[in-house]
C-alpha cells in the first residue's frame, strides 16, 4: 500500500450505497463468552481486523479452539478454565482485548501467561483493574512497572466478592471483571464510586453476556453477577457503529447527497448509534429501515456542542464535521481520550491545525471554528486508525492532504480504503 495515501477531491458527489464491516466491540465480548463457554459457539460474520484476531490468537494460547469458514467463527470453549502453558501472548495495541483478557486468564490453571503488546499498549494503564483482580485473588506480576504491561498471570485461587471501582477511569475494567464474573465462587458486585463514564460499552458487554447465558442485576450504582457459565450459542455480529460514523458524515462534509449502509442496526447497544442523533442536530435528514440506514444533506452543516462521554470514538469524526461546519462547535466529555491508542484530543488539534483551521483544546475535548477551504497538509496518523479514517473524510472535500501509514486502518476496518474507492466509482 506504500507508506503514504493522497485523498482525492471527490467533487461530483450524488450517493453512495455500502456494506461496512461487524462491529470490533461486540466480536470481542462474543469471543471471550464463547471462550469461557462450555461447547462449541458460532459467532457469526465476526470482524477478523487485526485486534479481534490478536484476541482470538490469545485465546488459542490458552486452549481455546478456533476454526473460521463461510463467515463463521465457531469456537469451542474451555469451561472456565484457561490452560496457562507459560507463552508469552501479543495483543498488539488491542486495549480492549488486553483488558479482556487479562481477566479471563486469571481464572486460568497451569503455570503462567505473560501478556505484552506494542510500546503504546505498556502505556495504558491497567492499575484499577489489576487491583480488582487481585482482592479476588489472582496472581499477577508486572513485570516492568506497577500498573501497566507487560505482565505475568500466574494461577491463582480467584473468588468471587465485591470489588470497588472508580466510574472515571476506563469502563473496559468493569466489562472485564462482569464478563469473568460467573466462574468467580459465590459471584461477583462491583461498586462503581462516582459516574459511570461510557456506560454504553457496559450495557453492549452485559447484552452479550445476556445472549450466552448470564444475566447482570443493577442495584444502587452496583453490578451484580450471580456464579454459573455461559452457554454454548450462535451469534450474530451486527455492523460496526463507529466505522459506519465516517461514511454516515461524508454528505455533511461535501455538502450534498446521501450515504446508505445497508447493514446498519439503528436499535444496536453500540453507544455510537448516537451518531445519528449528532447529524441530525447539524442538519441533517435521517431515514432509518428495519436494516440499514440513510443520511442526506445539503447545504453547510451547523456547529453545535456534542457531549461524547458515553461513545468517545466518535471524538475524531465529530471534529472533522465541526471543521467544515458554520460557527464554532465544542466537544466535551471525554478526559480518557488522552490514554487511547494516542492522546486523540491532542492529535486532531495538531493535525486540524496543518490545515487552517482554528481550534482550543479543553481537558476533556476541544472548540473547533468551522471553515469552508483548507490547506493543503500531511497528516499524522499517529499510528490511530480513527485518526487516519476521519481525515481520509475531510479529504474528500479539501483534497490535498496525504495520510500517512495509512495501514494503521487494518486494527478495526481493514477495507476501508477500498470501501473509499467504490465511493469515488459510484459517483464518476
Avoid at 43 to 68: C, H, M, Q, W, Y
Avoid at 127 to 138: D, E, F
Avoid at 418 to 424: A, D
Wanted: aromatic letters at 8%.
Amino acid at each position: 500500500m506504500g507508506s503514504d495515501r493522497e485523498i482525492r477531491p471527490l467533487r461530483e458527489f450524488q450517493k453512495a450505497r455500502l456494506k461496512v464491516p461487524s462491529s470490533k466491540s461486540l466480536t470481542q465480548r462474543a469471543f471471550i463468552c464463547s471462550a469461557l463457554a462450555e461447547g462449541k459457539s458460532r459467532i457469526i460474520n465476526p470482524l477478523l481486523s487485526e485486534d479481534p484476531r490478536l484476541l482470538l490468537s490469545a485465546l488459542e494460547a490458552t486452549g481455546v479452539k478456533a476454526s473460521f469458514s463461510d463467515n463463521i467463527l465457531v469456537i469451542e470453549g474451555i469451561a472456565g478454565k484457561p490452560n496457562l502453558s507459560g507463552e508469552k501472548v501479543y495483543l498488539g495495541n488491542n486495549g480492549t482485548g488486553a483488558r479482556f483478557f487479562i481477566a479471563y486468564a486469571s481464572l486460568g490453571r497451569g503455570s503462567f501467561v505473560e501478556v505484552y503488546g506494542k510500546d503504546r499498549l505498556h502505556e495504558r494503564p491497567v492499575a484499577p483493574l489489576i487491583s480488582a483482580l487481585r482482592t479476588l485473588s489472582a496472581n499477577i506480576e508486572c513485570l516492568e512497572r506497577e500498573g501497566y504491561l507487560p505482565l505475568r498471570i500466574y494461577e491463582g485461587n480467584p473468588k468471587g466478592g465485591k470489588v470497588s471501582l472508580p466510574g472515571n477511569v476506563s469502563s473496559q475494567f468493569i466489562s472485564a471483571l462482569l464478563l469473568i464474573g460467573p466462574y468467580l465462587r459465590g459471584g461477583l458486585t462491583i461498586e462503581v464510586e462516582g459516574e459511570l463514564l461510557s456506560a454504553g460499552y457496559v450495557d453492549m458487554t452485559i447484552e452479550v453476556m445476556r445472549h450466552f447465558g448470564v444475566d447482570v442485576e443493577r442495584i444502587n450504582g452496583c453490578f451484580r453477577v450471580k456464579e454459573g457459565f455461559y452457554q454454548e450459542t450462535d451469534y450474530e455480529v451486527p455492523a460496526d457503529a463507529s466505522s459506519s460514523s465516517y461514511f454516515l458524515s461524508i454528505p455533511l462534509i461535501l455538502g450534498r447527497g446521501e450515504v446508505y449502509i445497508e447493514n446498519y442496526s439503528a436499535t444496536s447497544s453500540q453507544p455510537d448509534v448516537a451518531l445519528l442523533s449528532f447529524l441530525r442536530e447539524m442538519g441533517a435528514n435521517i431515514e432509518v429501515m428495519p436494516l440499514g440506514v440513510k443520511v442526506s444533506f445539503e447545504g453547510r452543516p451547523k456547529a453545535c456542542e456534542f457531549n461524547v462521554g458515553d461513545c468517545p470514538d466518535l471524538f475524531p469524526t465529530l471534529c472533522v464535521l465541526l471543521a467544515c461546519a458554520e460557527g464554532k462547535g465544542i466537544i466535551r466529555g471525554a478526559p480518557h481520550l488522552r490514554y487511547k491508542e494516542t492522546d486523540r484530543i491532542k492529535a486532531m488539534a495538531t493535525e486540524l491545525k496543518k490545515l487552517g483551521v482554528e481550534v482550543e483544546e479543553l481537558p476533556d475535548g476541544i472548540v473547533i471554528e468551522g471553515r469552508e477551504d483548507f490547506k493543503p497538509a500531511r497528516i499524522n496518523t499517529y499510528d490511530d486508525h480513527r485518526i487516519a479514517m476521519s481525515f481520509a473524510i475531510l479529504g474528500l472535500r479539501c483534497g490535498s492532504l496525504i495520510i500517512e501509514n495509512p495501514a494503521c486502518v487494518e486494527k478495526s476496518y481493514p477495507e476501508f480504503w477500498e470501501h473509499l474507492e467504490n465511493i469515488y466509482g459510484q459517483n464518476s
